[in-house]
């Protein structure tokens, strides 16, 4: 294989001193940097409206890369060379005026990337003050969910963005979609016949998606509560995963075909109407509990809380695709957070031989589980049936797993961050693995009916203790249809 060439650029990181920045993407950019992967002309503007001493910013940034980074990883070399990089700016970001200063600070010669590691209410703002500056000509720009509270307000950012960037340089984050694991989806359903052939309702029986988060607020209670999880995890990652698992086959892998085939994805996707909201999915709220041995409040005793508040932590539905591969396949979607353990994953239940040989008592054995693990260890396991070892046991059967753990495979290579492959493919400007605006935009319309139908019937949230897998209710979801949740306790 070749060596991956990433070109110079000037890296603009609006938002340089807010949690994003400093937890995630100054230590994936510290790591290419290690990996020889960013350019040696390569510089970064760290962006924010205080005020403050730069050099008192920019030590702020290296003791939060001393914090992240592992001590066992973390050259001092490296972290210097990584500084000398750095360039600390305070900037008003609606402020015209304060984008001249930019400017100055910008080469001419190099492409500009602009990273809005901000409130999406201030992308138009950048964005037209980017452009008067005469910085938008070549620049790449850089969005973070969410776009949006909902369908309108997602077009009306967007429509701001594209006033000054053309699609084709607009890179929308949804950091699932860098996760090692969901780049292998591509490669294990098209590059393997084995898989590709049962990739359809005559296969496969019912499809899982978990995502699971034993964290609560964490002072994060003003945004969430306007958000929900919903708007939080579903209309984003949630519905991505659901897109690379259930999508035909792309023409090739340019970013365009990939995401010609998630939108259609979307477009067939059921709508719940108010109608079906009762048995297609169950909406909760955790109380205080317990997680990992720890007691923890409840969603309504978080600090800043609106007791009155109607936020679902937890969300499980029941979704549908109505076309010619998923006719009659239900889709099970769960996430929530203080749930019993932090867990993603994908389980893909393939359905049982038409006629059964085997001992009756064993026949609750059969079924063949492909496992997608995206966290906490991520990897692969496809769950089969074989015979146990022994003289004595006869035909008995067992199940047991043909497994790729990638940390245990690989154990040379370090799984890269999300991050780290989203702003490397930024620099190396291609779109693969980024959102395009249908896709948002049709995502908003299926979560919508959702929340309408929530308001019309006034559904409140089903209480859940803090560290349970969520409501009795969302359990009930799923044993209605004779299923269970995969590796619930």
């Known amino acids: 294989m070749p060596a991956i060439t990433v070109e110079a650029t000037t890296f603009a990181l609006f ?48 003791q939060a890369l001393r914090r992240r980074i592992p001590a066992a990883d973390l050259d001092e070399q490296v972290l210097e060379r990584f500084l000398v990089r750095l360039e600390y700016l305070a900037m008003d970001f609606r402020n015209a005026q304060d984008y001249l200063a930019l400017a ?25 003050h980017l452009a008067a500056a005469g910085l938008a000509e070549q620049a790449r720009v850089v969005l973070e969910k969410p776009i949006g509270h909902d369908l309108e307000s997602s077009r009306v950012i967007n429509e701001a963005v594209a006033r000054y960037f053309p699609e084709t340089r607009i890179y929308r ?101 108010p109608e079906k909201l009762g048995n297609s999915v169950v909406r909760g709220q955790y109380v205080a509990g317990s997680v990992a041995g720890k007691t923890v409040p409840g969603y309504l005793d978080e600090e800043n809380s609106n007791a009155e508040s109607c936020t679902e932590t937890f969300v499980a539905l029941r979704a549908e695709i109505c076309n010619w591969r998923w006719s009659g396949v239900p889709f099970y979607l769960r996430t929530g957070k203080r749930m019993a353990e932090k867990l993603s994953q994908i389980v893909i239940h393939f ?46 059967l067992r199940s047991g797993p ?53 308001s019309r019937i006034g559904d409140a949230p089903k209480a859940y203790p803090a560290g349970s897998w969520g409501p009795v209710a969302s359990i009930a979801l799923i044993t209605r249809d004779g299923r269970s949740w995969y590796g619930d306790l």
């Not at 100055?104 to 999406?120: D, K, M, N, Q």
């Not at 496992?371 to 496809?382: A, N, V």
């Not at 799984?415 to 291609?430: F, H, K, S």
């Open 402 to 454: 043909l497994q790729l753990n990638f940390s245990e495979t690989y154990k040379s290579s370090r799984i890269p961050d999300a991050y780290e492959r989203l702003l490397l493919e930024v620099m190396q400007g291609n779109q693969n693995l980024f959102v395009r605006k249908d896709e948002v935009e049709y995502a908003w319309k299926w979560c919508d009916q959702l929340i309408e139908g929530w």
């Open 351 to 396: 359905k049982e031989p038409p006629f059964y040989i085997f001992a009756p008592e064993q026949r609750s054995l059969i079924s063949n589980r492909l496992i997608i693990r995206l966290q906490p260890d991520e990897g692969i396991s496809l769950q089969v049936m074989t015979k146990e070892q022994g003289l004595d046991k006869g035909m008995h």
């Open 104 to 128: 100055e600070r910008v080469s001419s010669s190099l492409p500009l990337i602009a990273y809005f590691a901000t409130p999406a209410a201030v992308y138009g703002p950048i964005c037209e």
């Open 173 to 273: 984050i949804d950091h699932y979609l860098g996760k090692e694991t969901v780049q292998n989806l591509i490669a294990l359903r098209f590059a393997n016949s084995l898989f590709e052939t049962q990739w359809n309702q005559h296969h496969i029986s019912h499809v899982e998606i978990t995502v699971a988060e034993t964290v609560g607020i964490e002072g994060r209670w003003g945004y969430f509560d306007q958000a929900g999880q919903l708007r939080d995890m579903i209309q984003n990652h949630l519905l991505q995963l659901l897109c690379l698992i259930a999508m035909d086959p792309p023409s090739n892998l340019t970013a365009d075909s990939i995401r010609d085939e998630k939108v259609k994805v979307l477009k067939a996707l059921a709508p719940i109407t």
């Open 15 to 62: 938002g340089a001193l807010g949690d994003l920045a400093l937890r995630k993407l100054f230590p994936a950019l510290y790591r290419l940097d290690q990996a020889g992967l960013l350019h040696s002309d390569t510089r970064i503007l760290a962006l924010s409206r205080d005020e403050g001493e730069p050099s008192a910013r920019l030590e702020q940034i290296a």
